[in-house]
């Protein structure tokens, strides 16, 4: 069956699924054909009613998508939390992260406000070393509190 995406701005693109299809298969599809991410995505089917398509294991068809079915794509950014970055003299500094930071990204910014090289910095999580990746690879949550250990620089 086709269905309409809607977006936001008005702009519409038309999918081909089968009523069978969870709705993780159609927000796997609207990623790999918009380039959405599907933890971004918020899908709203309005038939009379406005119905969230929010479990990601039910078939299309339970929310009553047809053959035409208009749904409305809402792209959301998950909201900021923050962590505490605890230096080698005990100090604790608040940064406001987001889901997707990345480990060299936050690497920069303690090297803005801490005025500490990112070559000289060791960050650590739960007595895990942070080197690649995102922040919440390594189970980085809101309250989170990251170690900021030195390299020594031997001349």
């Known amino acids: 069956m086709d269905i309409t995406i809607t977006m936001l701005g008005g ?40 119905k969230t398509l929010n479990d990601n294991s039910k078939p299309l068809s339970w929310y009553g998508l047809q053959s035409g079915s208009q749904v409305s794509l809402l792209i959301t950014k998950p909201p900021p939390f923050q962590v505490f970055l605890r230096n080698e003299k005990g100090k604790s500094t608040t940064y406001d992260i987001t889901p997707d930071e990345t480990v060299d990204h936050f690497k920069a910014r303690v090297e803005k406000r801490e005025g500490v090289s990112v070559s000289r910095q060791r960050l650590l999580h739960q007595s895990r070393e942070m080197t690649t990746g995102r922040l919440t690879d390594y189970n980085v949550t809101n309250d989170s509190t990251i170690h900021l250990r030195l390299y020594i620089v031997l001349k």
């Not at 699924?17 to 959405?36: E, M």
């Not at 995505?41 to 009379?48: D, R």
């Open 11 to 50: 702009a519409s693109h038309y999918l081909t699924v089968n009523p069978q299809d969870t709705v993780s298969s159609l927000k796997q599809l609207i990623q790999n054909k918009l380039g959405v991410p599907v933890q971004e995505q918020k899908l709203v089917f309005v038939n009379g009613e406005k």
